[in-house]
């Protein structure tokens, strides 16, 4: 959670007006636990969105966001849990984890890749996109940030100005999007 692409991913969520949480799965970090291969890391995911949900029950809009390993968690939530409208998945290990159990993708959403990714392979990504785009009633966006890497160094402005040009073009069009309130006085 301390990770730079997940801090941005949590801010630019914030300034919209979710209520917004990132955490660590088992084992990382100082949480308790350890690597369980994804079973016990899904767990983890749909155990903080409930606790979210318990905390916001009023919030009528969910998405997932997740960055490698995070981002294949994401996308078997989003498969689990019919509530999310949309995803962000930022260099998703389709070279190193099925995502086939993506039939049929239930929401549409974004995925970005670094062009010059040292672990997980552009073409894999592109295959899985390919995969998505040939479902009907979503929309899968893809974004190549040239020159990335897999943590997108000296590129993080280009991946966030992908990730919050989408957000901005996904929430104008949701009337459920979060309200964003602000006041000046004078």
Not at 72 to 81: A, K, P
Not at 135 to 142: E, F, M, N, R, S
């Amino acid at each position: 959670m301390n990770n730079k692409i997940v801090q941005l991913l949590y801010q630019t969520f914030v300034r919209r007006g979710f209520a917004t949480l990132r955490f660590n799965f088992r084992g990382v970090g100082k949480s308790q636990g350890t690597f369980d291969n994804g079973i016990g890391e899904l767990s983890d995911a749909a155990s903080a969105l409930d606790w979210v949900q318990q905390i916001h029950p009023e919030a009528e809009t969910t998405w997932v966001a997740g960055v490698s390993f995070g981002a294949w968690i994401g996308m078997q939530l989003l498969m689990r849990r019919p509530e999310i409208r949309g995803f962000i998945s930022i260099a998703p290990p389709a070279n190193m984890y099925d995502f086939s159990f993506l039939a049929p993708c239930p929401s549409s959403g974004i995925i970005v890749q670094g062009e010059n990714d040292e672990v997980v392979t552009p073409g894999a990504v592109l295959k899985l996109v390919e995969k998505l785009r040939t479902q009907k009633h979503i929309t899968v966006t893809y974004d190549v940030i040239p020159g990335a890497n897999h943590f997108f160094a000296n590129e993080l402005d280009l991946l966030m100005k992908s990730v919050d040009d989408y957000l901005d073009m996904r929430l104008a069009t949701d009337p459920k999007r979060p309200a964003i309130t602000s006041k000046s006085g004078r």
